[in-house]
């Protein structure tokens, strides 16, 4: 069993030198504004092709680069005390599997090993809590519950597992000084691409999901998330992992507080998975034409069969995570989802 490893904690603060991979993204833009708010200098690496949205007017470095180009990773980690790597591919269906994979496993190692060259004092390696079980007795999971990888459903999940023992091996054998993160279900404004929670809450607004199924997800302000990783930084230890969650909420409830935004009935149907399996079978069929990512998937429904519940105590008792209650942000969410024109029934 891994054990984690004692070092003194850091301190990150004004005239720090940190960077961002992913830092365009959900996640990754706020984690860019929770080390700006610290004074540090941030550099951010994003693909040329990555949208600037969520980074425009912030006073960051932007170098263009792909994690698994050795090249650009070295530029990027020149004179790097800190690490946040929150880069991922986060799809729960692509019509090639193994983009997924090389990005959050081949990515990750790449990213790895260039920061252990690099000479980086401390890396927080944003995992997800889709690397722990859960089971229909689950309470609420904690970072013991670990999922292997013949376990998970879907590439997604498959990948982030891999990933996540990739990034201990190297802590365990080549002394990379990581702390892992597991969030769970982040929501706030800026989702640009949507996250699938955020296609859920603008599904919801457009009225397209009268129904629901017996499912629930843990809810955390993606603001929280980002101060969480900071905390993780500064207080976490070496080799552990640590939940950055919010509410435990039944996806009923969320629902109805959606439609309540969008002055919409909420949904009093309840479905029984089983007869939706063909329909998202139909569904990612489709999209293997239209190139759009399904709404409704296979490993979806199958992940739903469990009430997706996490407790975020240790984060607590050792980083001092506090999140807030998760309806403000769903309001967050929904407003800034309205500003941008994503209610547009012709958006994905």
Known sequence: MFESIDRPSASIGEGDTVLVTGGSGFVGSAIVRSALSRRCAVRVLLRPTSPRQNLAGLPIEMIEGDMRDEAALTRALAGVRFLFHAAADYRLWARDPAEITRTNLAGTEQVMRAALRAGVERVVYTSSVATLRVTPETCAADESATLSPHEA?????RSKVLAE???LGLIEDEGLGAVIVNPSTPIGARDIRPTP???IILQAARGNMPA???TGLNLVDVDDVARGHLQALEFGRIGE???????NVMLEQLLGEICALAGRQRPRVELPRWPLFPLAWLAEFSA???RREPFLTRDGLKM????????????????????GPHHPALVAAFRWFSQAGYLDQRRT
């Open 212 to 214: 629901f199924v017996d």
């Open 165 to 167: 023992r990739c990034v």
């Open 241 to 247: 992992r640590y939940i950055l969650g919010g509410e």
């Open 197 to 199: 929670t955020g296609r």
């Open 304 to 323: 739903a069969a469990n009430r997706m519940f996490f407790t975020s105590a240790k984060a607590e008792r050792e980083l001092g995570y506090v999140h």
């Open 153 to 157: 459903i879907g590439a997604y999940k």
């Open 288 to 290: 293997k034409f239209t």
